[in-house]
């Protein structure tokens, strides 16, 4: 045998300590629930916008002004849009712990994916509600019906 | 004096057809060729692969090959077993990428013209050869207290219960904590800390056990950000459990009586 040093003893084995947090319980549920809702939700807007009608055809500048005038749409598109964003914001973070294995590029993955999360819930809320379906001076021939009035 | 003039017995009672007896009693031996993962801490910093050419008999399993190299081929080669039956859940092991007991897997079922692939479960860590260290697989095993929890005075004839009641919890407990599922699940590779389906399992068995009152304390300790709610569903845990237990569907009804409780 070689006089080679004593090598150092494995570093134990280490299981984060228990967080007692039902976060991850109602992470859970919050996919399966919101993944329920969002079917309703993404089938019946592909129904009315791709479907109902003269179909894609009808999709102008006008018709999502139409839409958006009505708070029926509002709320079923903040509703859309808020759902799928945290879906699959969790989703995604599901997949990040997964996967990412040091802890810093865990952090940099999940610190990306929150901020980009933010940036679109933000803004999407922000274009539903500020919506202006009538700008002024714009080409009417492009305008929904109810601006000419 | 008089002889007996009736004719010998015959070897058999019993006549066996010829395409039956033609061959009967030798077993067809074939030529294969084991792939190996071998490591051997004092030299390698890495796994690598040895191949070794066998005869084996069609009775014969991965683990009477494994004997056969160690044996007469190898000696260094370094493998768990105790029983060789498939009831101590020592000879976990990966073969042509599954995990499976070696003691419980015959070489008919594989197909001996390719190369057949032995290496470590994957996740724990590796020792030599096909030894890993098992503390990690335990010390969660340990964590969701498998043992029967009551309080009171100890009764003076057995605790009672119904078939329904046993039922409930009869295919966890047949777990030989061999720790295929654990090491076959993607979650538990990434590093280690979910409790891996063999523990959940184990809790399961007592959880939903009528005699036993520690069943609150288990789903709490379930209930953590590495416990039941980190199972994405795979199914490689069902697919590897060599007793063929339904972890998947196990580890589901210790999600539900988590949020049952919750709600
Ligand atoms: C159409 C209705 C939808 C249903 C029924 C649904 C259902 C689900 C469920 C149950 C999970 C959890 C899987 C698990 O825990 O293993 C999941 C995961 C996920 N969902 Fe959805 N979802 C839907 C729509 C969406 C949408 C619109 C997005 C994108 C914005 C999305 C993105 C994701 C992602 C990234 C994951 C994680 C991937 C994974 O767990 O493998 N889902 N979905
Ligand atoms: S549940 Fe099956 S695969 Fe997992 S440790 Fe127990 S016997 Fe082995
Ligand atoms: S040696 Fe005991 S289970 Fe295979």
Redesign the interface.
Known sequence: MSTTSIPAPRTGYSRHKSTRSKFEMFAWLFMRISGVVLVILIFGHLFVNLWVGDGVQAIDFGFVAGKWASPFWQIWDLLMLWLAMLHGTNGLRTIIMDYSEKPSTRMALQVILYIAAVIVIVLGTLVIFTFDPCPAGADPSVLAEFCKA | MSTDTTPAEPASKIDLPDHVAGDAGSIPSFDCTFRIARFDPEQDSEPHWEEYNVTMYGTDRVLDALHKIKWEIDGSLSFRRSCAHGVCGSDAMRINGRNRLACKTLLKDLDTSKPIIVEAIKGL?LEKDMIV?M??FF??YR?IMPFLITSGHEPTRERLQSAEQRQAFDDTTKCILCAACTSSC??FW????YFGPAAIVNAHRFIFDSRDEGGDMRL??L?????V??C?TTFNCTEACPRGIEVTKAIAEV?QA??QR?F
């Open positions: 860590p260290d503390e990690p010390q969660s964590e993607p979650v990434t590093d280690g800390q709490e300790v209930n953590d950000k590495e416990g709610w980190r994405r999600k988590i949020l919750a």
